[in-house]
T-cell receptor, first 114, second 111 residues
Framework: DAGVIQSPRHEVTEMGQEVTLRCKPI?????LFWYRQTMMRGLELLIY????????DSGMPEDRFSAKMPNASFSTLKIQPSEPRDSAVYFC????????????FGEGSWLTVV | GQSLEQPSEVTAVEGAIVQINCTYQ??????LSWYQQHDGGAPTFLSY????GLEETGRFSSFLSRSDSYGYLLLQELQMKDSASYFC????????????FGTGTRLTVIP
């Protein structure tokens, strides 16, 4: 299996622009997660889906952030408008679910907002 | 809420043994996971302990004491490639399907 695939790997954008991050989970995984990693806040969960349905979006920082999962093999995280404080590494991850199941991370999307 | 405490940095010599501790406070406990992350890379799974005791996987072992709300990751025969950040994590949320991560311990292995 190719693992979790994210795009773009790196993005530099200007403040105010829309940013769309994309993710393809591992085939057969029912759970998809979006995490954000920064030096200040560490690795924090933004939102996760089960069978394409958002289950917990309490980590989404504000209305500028939105996430969708239109089908089992694709998800997007959108930031509109972007701000410099959104600069971070955004990880998509997937798993089969359950407390003991491994969560597999993609390589991350490195976002810089200038 | 959840709280995980682990040291921010550890330095150890190549070939030595190092232990990274993690204490937790959780509302409901299912188990303790450990992930490794190299600079510029993704977190990758190392181990999961649901029950008390030691789990061994090659050079890495993980220990859990539920009564003490404490666990550790033990790395033996350290190699330079073990230099990375190590995160403890606990399942949380409805169904315990997602993970809450600690702040990570940066391990530096020196020659």
């Amino acid at each position: 299996d190719a693992g979790v695939i994210q795009s773009p790997r790196h993005e530099v954008t200007e403040m105010g622009q829309e940013v769309t991050l994309r993710c393809k989970p591992i085939s057969g995984h029912d759970y998809l997660f979006w995490y954000r990693q920064t030096m200040m806040r560490g690795l924090e969960l933004l939102i996760y889906f089960n069978n394409n349905v958002p289950i917990d979006d309490s980590g989404m920082p504000e209305d500028r952030f939105s996430a969708k999962m239109p089908n089992a093999s694709f998800s997007t995280l959108k930031i509109q408008p972007s701000e410099p404080r959104d600069s971070a590494v955004y990880f998509c991850a997937s798993s089969s679910g359950g407390s003991g199941n491994t969560i597999y991370f993609g390589e991350g999307s490195w976002l810089t907002v200038v | 809420g959840q709280s995980l405490e682990q040291p921010s940095e550890v330095t150890a010599v190549e070939g030595a043994i190092v232990q990274i501790n993690c204490t937790y406070q959780t509302s409901g406990f299912y188990g303790l996971s450990w992930y490794q992350q190299h600079d510029g890379g993704a977190p990758t799974f190392l181990s999961y302990n649901a029950l008390d005791g030691l789990e061994e996987t090659g050079r890495f072992s993980s220990f859990l004491s539920r009564s003490d709300s404490y666990g550790y990751l033990l790395l033996q025969e350290l190699q330079m490639k073990d230099s990375a950040s190590y995160f403890c994590a606990v399942p949380e949320g409805s169904g315990a399907n997602n993970l809450f991560f600690g702040t990570g311990t940066r391990l530096t292995v020196i020659p």
